[in-house]
């Protein structure tokens, strides 16, 4: 895996754990919102952090730290991350993935072979509006996919939408939510317009708390649960 960078200790990325944060570089996806340019377009990349590095500090931490989260950029389009996850998970972690659900196949893989403990996946618009929101052309099936496959699993997951004003209306919401019907966890995130992939889109804003509790409302109907993040 090529990693851009690495945030020692968190905790709030990992549910209820201490964690390390892992973080690959690259990404297909273009997401306006992106808050981690430099994980995402080749000419702003982050100086690559040596994997034998990360596994070291991780093997360090062995006994002080109870996870490893990998984010990203996009862990799953490294073609040796079932390796890299097995390393950490021989250390005894906990694993946790985040994912935009375009590989189904190494999802499938990954949770397959029980190096995931717990896997996070972006559902980041109704289908039909798929391209608009993550900036590029998706196949969609690719995201259905993986939605089935973190279903099926049996490994704890949630699904999680980034809403920005102007974006994604309202009734969106609940339709993303009708396509992970059934979902045990589902999130909505506001959107944090801090550094933005796309300079304009910082100009963005986000729903008030009475709009977030409107739209969590509607989307709760499709889910088990569904809480604002
Ligand atoms: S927000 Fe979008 S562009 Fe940024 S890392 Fe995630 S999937 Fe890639």
């Known amino acids: 895996v090529i990693i851009g960078g690495l945030r020692k200790a968190s905790l ?50 062995v006994g002080k730290l109870d996870a490893v989260v990998i984010t990203g950029g996009e862990p799953t389009i490294h073609r040796d991350l079932p390796d890299f996850l097995a390393a950490i998970k021989g250390m005894g972690y906990l694993v ?16 397959g072979s029980g190096v995931v403990d717990y896997i996070a996946m972006d559902v980041k618009a109704p289908f039909a509006r798929y391209d608009g929101v993550v900036g590029t052309h998706v196949n969609t099936d690719l995201v259905r996919r993986t939605i089935e496959v973190i279903m099926k699993s049996g490994i704890d997951y949630e699904f999680r939408t980034t809403v920005a004003k102007g974006q994604l209306a309202e ?26 992939l796309d300079p304009e889109f910082a100009v963005r804003g986000t729903y008030s708390d009475t709009e977030f509790e409107n739209m969590r409302g509607k989307a709760a109907e499709h889910v088990i649960k569904c809480e604002v993040r």
């Open 171 to 196: 009734d969106e919401v609940a339709a993303i939510a009708k396509s992970i019907k059934g979902a045990r966890r589902y999130f909505l995130q506001g959107f944090r317009n801090e550094v933005t």
């Open 96 to 111: 946790k993935l985040d994912t935009s659900g375009v590989n189904p196949e190494m999802v499938r893989k990954l949770l």
């Open 12 to 61: 709030i990325d990992y549910p209820g754990k201490i964690s390390a944060v892992v973080f690959t570089r690259g990404c297909p996806l273009r997401c306006h919102y992106c808050h981690n340019p430099d994980l995402v377009l080749p000419e702003r990349f982050a100086k690559q952090i040596p994997d034998r590095e990360v596994l070291e500090f991780l093997r360090s931490r």
